[in-house]
């Protein structure tokens, strides 16, 4: 609730701007601000690298740990079959918005709203921000080059996995307003949108797999070790 305004703010801001003048912007949040040389387990430092790959870390920490108290004995997810309604409407926060995402999709291609509307090819990764495909505006003068095809139907569709994952903070943010500090609603909203998360981000590492970056679930095992120090220091 503190930083509300901010988020807010700083949602509105990156949504006009990407949409206005998406060179700049990509500018910015791509450019790399400490040069070539600076980088991490070979990610360039960029202020996408470390507000996506380091700072969400921390915020789903903090978001784990809610859920985590809720299922606590005498929590609001307490026993743990009151956390089975969040978990089922999991399934309605992937399917729904796949399915919606393509009828929606559908709808336009059938009347021609993507008309004249020019993609990267299916095998080019445009840029570190994985974005595979761009729909109209200006290109970037180091995409220039790349020759553009007509978008057609199927390489529209491949963006269903897109809209399958929930935005916490935002969803975090809003709740507390609505119902307030404490209230079993936010702990629902949070379990649903963790686990809504996970399976967008096993989605994106298996559909939307970039060949310059392939998975490596062997860093899984850092997952393990953290809950092995978790459970060594209760």
Not at 124 to 149: F, I, T
Request: aromatic fraction near 10%.
């Amino acid at each position: 609730q503190t930083w509300q305004v901010p988020l807010v703010s700083g949602v509105l801001l990156a949504l006009i701007w990407s949409n206005v003048d998406s060179t700049s912007y990509a500018a910015v949040v791509d450019g790399k601000l400490f040069g070539d040389n600076a980088t991490v387990f070979g990610h360039p430092l960029t202020l996408h690298f470390i507000v996506n790959d380091i700072f969400m870390c921390f915020f789903f920490g903090l978001a784990i740990k809610e859920v985590t108290e809720a299922l606590l004995p005498g929590g609001s997810l307490s026993p743990l079959r009151n956390a089975v309604n969040p978990l089922m409407a999991t399934i309605g926060g992937v399917v729904g918005p796949a399915v919606a995402y393509l009828a929606i999709v559908g709808v336009m291609w059938a009347t021609g709203s993507f008309d004249g509307w020019m993609c990267y090819p299916a095998d080019y990764a445009a840029s570190s921000a994985h974005r595979l495909r761009r729909l109209g505006g200006a290109v970037p003068p180091a995409e220039a080059s790349v020759d553009m095809e007509p978008c057609g139907l199927p390489m529209l569709i491949r963006g269903w996995g897109i809209p399958c994952a929930t935005d916490i903070s935002l969803a975090w943010m809003f709740a507390l307003l609505i119902f307030g500090l404490g209230h079993p609603a936010i702990d629902f909203l949070l379990l649903l949108a963790i686990v809504d998360d996970a399976i967008g981000m096993i989605i994106i590492a298996t559909y939307y797999s970039d060949p310059a970056n392939p998975v490596e679930p062997v860093w899984l095992l850092l997952n393990l070790a953290a809950m092995a120090v978790a459970a060594a220091l209760r």
